[in-house]
């Protein structure tokens, strides 16, 4: 579904809530459907809330690989997703959906370097492998950043549920090996 039209839906499920609680207390505050109808209005926003956080990526201590700066590094890159969540969920405008994506893919690529570097320096065996794995990763993000001119709404729907599915494959896959090994070699 459309994300404006599910926010619009939204609005209108309110908006008839509020109605139907007015009127409720017009004919009669006594009534307990009126106060049903209340207690109804006032929890939407959190049975909204509950439905929509799960779309959002939450750090688990399970995805440490053991070496503080890259857990920093891997916690940032989940905010940097929510906040694309964030630009997919509440239709921000094009301006702040583009700086999410390019600030995400900023980062990542950042990232990338980083861990690459610290595999090289310290003869990680599986390091071309590995750096196979980030150069796929950002191809893949390149084509979703193409296709955000063409197509929108989807572009950004698909870019947000590939980063979260691939990070934590990667984090609890390949990085969960290499650092095994960079934690042997005095990495911390």
């Given at each position: 579904m459309?994300?404006?039209?599910?926010?619009?839906?939204?609005?209108?499920?309110?908006?008839?809530?509020?109605?139907a609680?007015?009127?409720?207390?017009?004919?009669?505050?006594?009534?307990?459907?009126t106060?049903?109808?209340?207690?109804?209005?006032?929890?939407?926003?959190?049975?909204?809330?509950?439905?929509t956080?799960k779309?959002?990526?939450?750090?688990?201590?399970?995805?440490?690989?053991?070496?503080?700066?890259?857990?920093?590094?891997?916690?940032?890159?989940?905010?940097?997703?929510?906040?694309?969540?964030?630009?997919?969920?509440?239709?921000?405008?094009?301006?702040?959906?583009?700086?999410?994506?390019?600030?995400?893919?900023?980062?990542?690529?950042?990232?990338?370097?980083?861990?690459?570097?610290?595999?090289?320096?310290?003869?990680?065996?599986?390091?071309?492998?590995?750096?196979?794995?980030?150069?796929?990763?950002?191809k893949?993000?390149?084509e979703?950043?193409?296709?955000?001119?063409?197509?929108?709404?989807?572009?950004?729907?698909?870019?947000t549920?590939?980063?979260?599915?691939?990070?934590?494959?990667?984090?609890?896959?390949?990085?969960?090996?290499?650092?095994?090994?960079?934690?042997?070699?005095?990495?911390?």
């Open positions: 459309n994300e404006n039209a599910r926010m619009f839906g939204v609005a209108l499920l309110i908006l008839t809530m509020i109605v609680v007015i009127l409720g207390l017009v004919a009669g505050p006594t009534n307990p459907l106060w049903l109808l209340v207690v109804i209005l006032v929890l939407l926003p959190f049975i909204h809330r509950k439905l956080e779309r959002y990526f939450k750090w688990k201590n399970e995805y440490s690989v053991g070496i503080e700066s890259i857990d920093l590094q891997h916690k940032k890159l989940i905010n940097l997703i929510n906040q694309l969540q964030t630009a997919v969920d509440y239709s921000t405008g094009e301006t702040f959906e583009r700086e999410a994506l390019d600030e995400l893919v900023e980062y990542t690529v950042t990232h990338f370097r980083y861990e690459e570097n610290l595999m090289e320096e310290h003869a990680y065996p599986d390091f071309e492998a590995h750096r196979k794995q980030h150069d796929n990763m950002v893949k993000v390149t979703v950043v193409d296709n955000y001119k063409e197509n929108k709404d989807n572009a950004m729907k698909e870019a549920a590939y980063l979260k599915d691939w990070l934590i494959n990667h984090i609890n896959g390949t990085d969960k090996q290499y650092s095994d090994f960079l934690i042997g070699k005095g990495v911390k």
